[in-house]
């Protein structure tokens, strides 16, 4: 089998979703596409390289969804509404139960949020992904990481500080119980973009990002970008009862602030908005938390415990999941 064949066989269009603005999609040198009046595109390229983004040990099920999750999150944090995606995908090998494995997961991710995989790249060398996500966003709208405002309300979704968790289970054993131990694991390797909330917070929010890096590192982005400060009471934090009770609560909240890779969504909405946000979260049953509020404090990010100041241990080593 040629790389064409190969192409042809695990990436081309049969197996991809129908949709009726793709004109073109895998197989010539470009794909074609429309971009429907009265929407704007949103693009983003995330590459994950093995041993830096992902274990060697992982399985072609879980990378497949992994690299779309991750792409899928950076559109879900701008307000887009997911349509396509390119695959540059390099191999080390030409292994069929892997790309049938791969392939698989990747088509029935996709179908799963409706997106359309329309070309790509297949070269040789060490194993590396490279995807391009492009998503629908309401003209003049989005949630961008400039337009958060002095007296807004911070929130995120879901609860931090599962996936470091999940990664440490990985890297060492732990005596945990087995079903706190496949929650935090799949919170790793298997997170969910929160691609309908990004969507349906465009009426009440302005300003959100993903948390990829970690609350403290990410939130920092939006301060610079809008030029405030913040601050977070960590009593606030949503922790997991897989991290309250596996972990001391010092290092559930180290997880929580300086994990990455929960790629739950960060965002402030004016004060006005907030019970919008409550009756939203109901509404799709996905947790939304108020931490803190945005100040005037340029660039400043605060952190308070029951309204105490609150200086971070530095001794926890978070740097071994870093
Ligand atoms: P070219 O040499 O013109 O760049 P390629 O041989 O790289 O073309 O690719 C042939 C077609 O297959 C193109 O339409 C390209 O988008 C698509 N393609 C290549 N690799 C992938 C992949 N991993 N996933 C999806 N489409 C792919
Ligand atoms: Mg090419």
């Not at 093995?50 to 701008?78: E, M, R, W």
């Not at 790309?99 to 990747?106: A, R």
């Not at 465009?202 to 939006?222: E, K, N, R, T, V």
Request: charged share 15%.
């Amino acid at each position: 089998m040629g790389e064409f064949d190969l192409i042809k066989h695990y990436f081309s269009q049969h197996q991809s979703l129908q949709r009726e603005d793709i004109i073109l999609s895998v197989g010539d040198d470009c794909a074609v596409t429309a971009v429907p009046k009265g929407y704007q595109l949103a693009i983003s390229t995330d590459t994950l390289v093995c041993g830096t983004h992902f274990l060697d040990s992982i399985s072609p099920i879980d990378l497949a969804y992994k690299s779309l999750a991750v792409n899928l999150s950076d559109l879900a944090a701008q307000g887009a509404k997911p349509v396509w995606v390119s695959l540059a995908l390099t191999l080390p090998e030409l292994n069929k139960e892997w790309l049938k494995n791969f392939s698989d997961s990747f088509f029935s991710t996709l179908q799963r949020y409706h997106t359309a995989l329309i070309g790509g790249d297949t070269t040789k060398g060490h194993l590396s992904l490279t995807l391009t996500a492009q998503g629908f966003l309401p003209a003049s709208k989005g949630l961008f990481r400039h337009k958060a405002n002095v007296g807004d309300a911070i929130f995120v979704s879901g609860t931090l500080g599962d996936s470091a968790a999940g990664l440490s289970l990985l890297l060492a054993q732990q005596a945990i119980s087995h079903s706190h131990q496949h929650y935090l694991l799949q919170r790793h390797l298997r997170p969910t973009p929160r691609v309908e909330l990004g969507q349906a917070l465009i009426p009440y929010s302005q300003c959100a990002m993903d948390i990829s890096d970690g609350l403290l590192a990410d939130l920092q982005h939006i301060l610079n970008a809008s030029q405030c400060g913040a601050d977070i009471d960590i009593a606030h934090l949503p922790l997991s009862s897989a991290l309250k009770e596996n972990y001391t609560l010092s290092q559930a909240e180290q997880f929580a602030l300086t994990g990455g890779e929960d790629y739950e969504l960060c965002f402030t909405v004016p004060p006005s908005q907030i019970s919008a946000i409550k009756q939203l979260s109901l509404q799709l049953d996905i947790p939304c938390t108020q931490i803190g509020v945005i100040t005037n404090h340029i660039g400043q990010l605060r952190l308070f415990k029951h309204q105490s100041p609150y200086t971070l241990p530095d001794n926890l080593g978070f740097d071994h999941f870093g």
